[in-house]
Every structure is written in structure tokens, then in C-alpha cells.
């Protein structure tokens, strides 16, 4: 069963698809991990405390976008690999710091008429973009066989995951099973149903 939950505030929205898992004292169980038990134990807030926490956005801040999300990489050839043939990303920019051996490849998806071939204006552009996901290369670390990086989902917990829309979940997953995804968590896994 299914149940479609929403936490609206004054400029801040969030649905989510969960599934009830199991009941205790009479009260609904849900996200495990998160800690939602019997009546009276920890709880998320309400819709009214949710809308109370969000403020009105100051103007100073009216042409803040969100740019990017940084994800290290261990292996920059099979992650660029993967964004662009398994996601169908492009590489909007590429970035090397030699001084401190590092690169950095802000992925997107954006056509490829639009990206500039002048490097200057591909970097403003880049910069300019909503969205992008930075790939961040340490280099060496791809020969290195203890170097891992956290997942966030493994404790200790942190992150958690980037979200990417598909037009239909099922042929997509099938997509990438034809192409060698291993999966660590399948959309249909746990107790969180698709978006």
C-alpha cells in the first residue's frame, strides 16, 4: 500500500511515495532508518512546523541558483563512462589543478549545440548552468586498491543519493541492467516507492 506524503512550506515542497512497513502500539512504523516509531517517540515534523521553519527568501537572493553537487571519484575514465553512455550526461567542463593533482568535471544534461567551444566562455557557461554534478578526480587514486570513498548510505549514514528523472523508471532500469549496472538498491527495494 502506498501513500502519497507532502511537506508544503511557503516556498519549499517536497512529495514523497512511502510505504507503510509495520504498526506499533497502533501507530504506523515508517522509515525505518529515520527513527519514526510508536506515538510519542521521535517524529518529522508537521506540515504547520515545516511551513513555520521556511522563510520568505530574502531579494538579495533572487538570482541564487543551485549549481552543482560534488561527488569524488575514484576512476575518472569509468565515471565519465558511466554519466555520459549509462546517463546520458555531457561533459559541460573540464578542470585541472595540477598543483594539487585534482580534476574536475561538471556533467550535465544540456544539448550539444548549446555548450561553447570558445574554453572561456564554456567555463562561464558551465558556471551558469542549474544543477550539474562536479566529479571531483583526486589523481592516483584510481591505482590506489584501499583508496574507497563513503556511499552515505553504509554507516555512518551522510548522503544519500542524487535524483535523477527518467521518463519511465522500468525501461530505464532495464536499460541499464542491458548495460552492466550492478545495483546496490533497486527502486522497487525497501520502503521508499518512486517518485
Not at 506540515?47 to 553537487?69: M, V
Not at 569524488?72 to 585541472?96: N, Q
Not at 530505464?172 to 549496472?181: I, M, N, Q, T
Request: include cysteine; hydrophobic fraction near 35%; proline fraction near 5%.
Amino acid at each position: 500500500m502506498g501513500t502519497l506524503g507532502s511537506l508544503i512550506g511557503k516556498h519549499c515542497r517536497t512529495l514523497f511515495w512511502y510505504r507503510h512497513t509495520e504498526k506499533l502500539s497502533g501507530s504506523l512504523g515508517l522509515f525505518r532508518n529515520n527513527r519514526i516509531m510508536a506515538d510519542g517517540d521521535l517524529h518529522g515534523l508537521t506540515d504547520e512546523e515545516a511551513a513555520t521553519a521556511c522563510s520568505e527568501p530574502d531579494p538579495s537572493t533572487k538570482d541564487f541558483i543551485f549549481q552543482q553537487t560534488m561527488y569524488r571519484i575514484k576512476d575518472a575514465k569509468k565515471s565519465l563512462d558511466f554519466y555520459t553512455r549509462i546517463l546520458g550526461m555531457r561533459l559541460l567542463k573540464k578542470c585541472d589543478f595540477p598543483a594539487m593533482k585534482f580534476t574536475i568535471y561538471f556533467m550535465g544534461f544540456e544539448s550539444k549545440e548549446d555548450i561553447p567551444t570558445d574554453e572561456k566562455e564554456r567555463g562561464a557557461w558551465a558556471m551558469s548552468r542549474k544543477a550539474t554534478l562536479e566529479l571531483t578526480h583526486n589523481w592516483g587514486t584510481e591505482n590506489d586498491p584501499s583508496m574507497k570513498y563513503h556511499n552515505g548510505n553504509t554507516e555512518p549514514r551522510g548522503f544519500g543519493h542524487i535524483g535523477i528523472l527518467v521518463p519511465c523508471l522500468e525501461k530505464a532500469c532495464a536499460r541499464f541492467e542491458e548495460l552492466g549496472v550492478t545495483f546496490v538498491k533497486r527502486p522497487t527495494d525497501g520502503q521508499l516507492l518512486p517518485m
